[in-house]
């Protein structure tokens, strides 16, 4: 089966595999086995998140309430104002999914695309000895919806309507996910395979939204907090907590995020623990010298305007460099475009990578900027300081923020040195005109004697046209193009797992996007769809087939083994 971009399922009828280079097999992708099991570990993570956003908020609420209370109305404002605007953004964007995901699609061709899938589930995608229950589960799926189905239906719309307008979105998906993970430990080893997809959805979309929420609140709210404590010179309990509540939410999401992302892909390793504690730390004191040094110059009364320029002109700048490094996220251009202004958010704080290929050279130039920005708000308010502000305390604000910086950055150096789910790195790895380690080259070749079949798909996208180049590449020119990406260094290398070969195929008509973006059936919902019902119907965990770059002809790039 052919998933298009455009929600069609078109079946193939003949799969005829392609070959690698000579030599390359050492080179391919770590493929990890299908079906993930979820490790008690792995719920004891979602909970900790769950309680990381949950005392962020709670926190946040309460101390707005004792600015209230201590009649401080300008300071109440403020607190309440990042607390509310972003969670409604995302109570929004929340609710505009779950609108798409659970949408009757008649006449659109996304419903008609599933249900093609699931009824052809049978004759294309079963496994020797699946006949028989393919076709049950097929046959329930494509049933006729009941009055009770539907009146069930309309209770969840208004189940819905009612946890985004109370601003629960968030809860109710941390919740959902745990049930999942749950019921696929509980499950036996048939039945909790069909549950991996539902649960890497979900944990795609909690993670797409609190990186959205914490940049938006968490961040404000923390410099807020901190130019509060500056400016009065004394520190409030609830002031204290409510910081670092933001303060651990942001270091924390920023970790849980990278760990989701390469969860989601398998031809990245995916992120041990020590790992994510590494990277939770890096970004836990950086972000923390940053927001400091924010503060002390907003503290400052008659330069808070020149802040709010600095601010904007940061941004400009950030997002300017990110568009042009042309990033490959989002499915349109304009969608692209909203992305990258969102990341520019995202780089007033902290680095956050959004090419693949080399990063030292970036994150080195974005470290010198960041410090050098911080190195100067400090220095200004150092000058103009309050003269009530003692020289001893002045300096020890200043070490708090120069030793902030300095633990982030050796946290850094310890993830990428010693934690790197791709292994250390070695000194030659450091130079900037080096080749990445780590990254390979494509080693998807088509058979010279692929041909392919009558129906298959070989129309351009008619909506998602955001993939980047390499189609146009000459079969006569791949070899000199192994040749010039050679590797220069060399990271541990993990065992090389075999990937699966059976079980039902969703053929997207698209080059895989590449690492650190979401793959296609995690961003468009209409590949979702499709996906979410094969795992219902199919007696395995579907497998995922994206277009070779090489070749203009839908061969398989990658296969992925779920």
Same mark, same amino acid.
Request: glycine residues 6%; contains cysteine; positive net charge.
């Given at each position: 089966?052919?998933?298009?971009?455009?929600?069609?399922?078109?079946?193939?009828?003949?799969?005829?595999?392609?070959?690698?280079?000579?030599?390359?097999?050492?080179?391919?992708?770590?493929? *990890?086995?299908?079906?993930?099991? /979820? !490790?008690?570990?792995?719920?004891?993570? $979602?909970?900790? &998140?769950? #309680? =990381?956003?949950? %005392?962020?908020?709670?926190?946040?609420?309460?101390?707005?309430?004792?600015?209230?209370?201590?009649?401080?109305?300008?300071?109440?404002?403020?607190?309440?104002?990042?607390?509310?605007?972003?969670?409604?953004?995302?109570?929004?964007?929340?609710? *505009?999914?779950?609108?798409?995901? /659970? !949408?009757?699609?008649?006449?659109?061709? $996304?419903?008609? &695309?599933? #249900? =093609?899938?699931? %009824?052809?589930?049978?004759?294309?995608?079963?496994?020797?000895?699946?006949?028989?229950?393919?076709?049950?589960?097929?046959?329930?799926?494509?049933?006729?919806?009941?009055?009770?189905?539907?009146?069930?239906?309309?209770?969840?719309?208004?189940?819905?309507?009612?946890?985004?307008?109370?601003?629960?979105?968030?809860?109710?998906?941390?919740?959902? &996910?745990?049930?999942?993970?749950?019921?696929?430990?509980?499950?036996?080893?048939?039945?909790?395979?069909?549950?991996?997809?539902?649960?890497?959805?979900?944990?795609?979309?909690?993670?797409?939204?609190?990186?959205?929420?914490?940049?938006?609140?968490?961040?404000?709210?923390?410099?807020?907090?901190?130019?509060?404590?500056?400016?009065?010179?004394?520190?409030?309990?609830?002031?204290?907590?409510?910081?670092?509540?933001?303060?651990?939410?942001?270091?924390?999401?920023?970790?849980?995020?990278?760990?989701?992302?390469?969860?989601?892909?398998?031809?990245?390793?995916?992120?041990?623990?020590?790992?994510?504690?590494?990277?939770?730390?890096?970004?836990?004191?950086?972000?923390?010298?940053?927001?400091?040094?924010?503060?002390?110059?907003?503290?400052?009364?008659?330069?808070?305007?020149?802040?709010?320029?600095?601010?904007?002109?940061?941004?400009?700048?950030?997002?300017?460099?990110?568009?042009?490094?042309?990033?490959?996220?989002?499915?349109?251009?304009?969608?692209?475009?909203?992305?990258?202004?969102?990341?520019?958010?995202?780089?007033?704080?902290?680095?956050?990578?959004?090419?693949?290929?080399?990063?030292?050279?970036?994150?080195?130039?974005?470290?010198?900027?960041?410090?050098?920005?911080?190195?100067?708000?400090?220095?200004?308010?150092?000058?103009?300081?309050?003269?009530?502000?003692?020289?001893?305390?002045?300096?020890?604000?200043?070490?708090?923020?120069?030793?902030?910086?300095?633990?982030?950055?050796?946290?850094?150096?310890?993830?990428?040195?010693?934690?790197?789910?791709?292994?250390?790195?070695?000194?030659?790895?450091?130079?900037?005109?080096?080749?990445?380690?780590?990254?390979?080259?494509?080693?998807?070749?088509?058979?010279?004697?692929?041909?392919?079949?009558?129906?298959?798909?070989?129309?351009?996208?008619?909506?998602?046209?955001?993939?980047?180049?390499?189609?146009?590449?000459?079969?006569?020119?791949?070899?000199?193009?192994?040749?010039?990406?050679?590797?220069?260094?060399?990271?541990?290398?993990?065992?090389?797992?075999?990937?699966?070969?059976?079980?039902?195929?969703?053929?997207?008509?698209?080059?895989?996007?590449?690492?650190?973006?979401?793959?296609?059936?995690?961003?468009?919902?209409?590949?979702?769809?499709?996906?979410?019902?094969?795992?219902?119907?199919?007696?395995?965990?579907?497998?995922?087939?994206?277009?070779?770059?090489?070749?203009?002809?839908?061969?398989?790039?990658?296969?992925?083994?779920?």
């Amino acid at each position: 089966m052919a998933a298009k971009s455009d929600g069609t399922a078109v079946s193939l009828q003949n799969d005829i595999p392609p070959t690698c280079l000579p030599g390359l097999e050492k080179r391919s992708p770590q493929w *990890r086995p299908v079906g993930k099991e /979820y !490790s008690l570990l792995d719920c004891c993570w $979602t909970l900790c &998140a769950f #309680l =990381v956003f949950f %005392s962020d908020g709670a926190s946040d609420l309460w101390l707005a309430a004792e600015y209230y209370l201590r009649r401080d109305y300008w300071w109440f404002a403020l607190t309440l104002v990042f607390i509310i605007i972003p969670s409604v953004v995302v109570q929004v964007l929340s609710f *505009r999914w779950f609108a798409y995901d /659970y !949408s009757d699609a008649n006449g659109s061709g $996304t419903a008609a &695309a599933a #249900l =093609v899938a699931a %009824s052809n589930a049978e004759s294309h995608f079963s496994t020797k000895d699946s006949d028989q229950r393919g076709a049950g589960r097929s046959a329930a799926v494509t049933g006729t919806r009941s009055n009770a189905q539907s009146c069930c239906r309309a209770c969840v719309w208004l189940f819905q309507s009612v946890v985004h307008v109370l601003q629960l979105a968030q809860v109710w998906r941390y919740v959902h &996910a745990l049930y999942l993970v749950v019921q696929s430990r509980w499950r036996g080893d048939h039945e909790h395979k069909h549950f991996y997809w539902r649960t890497m959805f979900e944990n795609a979309d909690i993670s797409m939204l609190r990186l959205l929420e914490t940049f938006l609140k968490s961040a404000p709210q923390l410099v807020l907090q901190l130019s509060i404590m500056v400016q009065t010179g004394q520190v409030l309990p609830l002031q204290g907590l409510s910081a670092s509540a933001s303060l651990v939410s942001l270091g924390w999401m920023m970790a849980s995020y990278q760990k989701t992302l390469r969860d989601s892909r398998d031809d990245k390793l995916p992120m041990s623990y020590k790992s994510v504690v590494a990277h939770m730390l890096w970004h836990l004191f950086t972000v923390g010298a940053r927001a400091m040094a924010f503060a002390l110059f907003v503290s400052i009364f008659h330069l808070r305007l020149y802040f709010g320029i600095f601010i904007v002109a940061h941004w400009c700048a950030m997002t300017f460099w990110i568009i042009q490094g042309k990033t490959d996220f989002c499915m349109s251009k304009w969608e692209e475009i909203i992305y990258n202004m969102m990341v520019g958010i995202v780089y007033i704080f902290c680095w956050f990578s959004v090419r693949e290929g080399p990063t030292r050279c970036r994150l080195l130039l974005y470290s010198l900027i960041v410090l050098g920005e911080n190195v100067a708000l400090t220095a200004v308010w150092y000058i103009y300081r309050s003269p009530r502000t003692s020289d001893f305390y002045a300096v020890v604000v200043v070490c708090v923020v120069a030793c902030s910086y300095a633990l982030g950055t050796f946290f850094m150096f310890v993830y990428y040195c010693l934690l790197h789910p791709d292994g250390p790195v070695s000194g030659a790895y450091f130079g900037c005109c080096g080749v990445q380690v780590g990254a390979v080259s494509d080693p998807c070749i088509p058979s010279p004697t692929s041909v392919p079949p009558l129906d298959a798909v070989s129309s351009p996208p008619r909506t998602l046209q955001r993939t980047k180049g390499g189609e146009s590449v000459q079969r006569e020119d791949i070899g000199d193009v192994f040749k010039m990406r050679t590797l220069k260094a060399s990271r541990t290398a993990a065992p090389r797992l075999t990937p699966r070969t059976e079980g039902p195929v969703v053929r997207i008509d698209l080059p895989r996007k590449q690492y650190p973006a979401w793959d296609a059936h995690f961003i468009d919902r209409r590949l979702r769809k499709t996906i979410l019902v094969l795992e219902g119907a199919a007696p395995v965990t579907p497998r995922i087939q994206y277009r070779c770059l090489g070749t203009p002809k839908e061969v398989m790039e990658y296969e992925t083994t779920v």
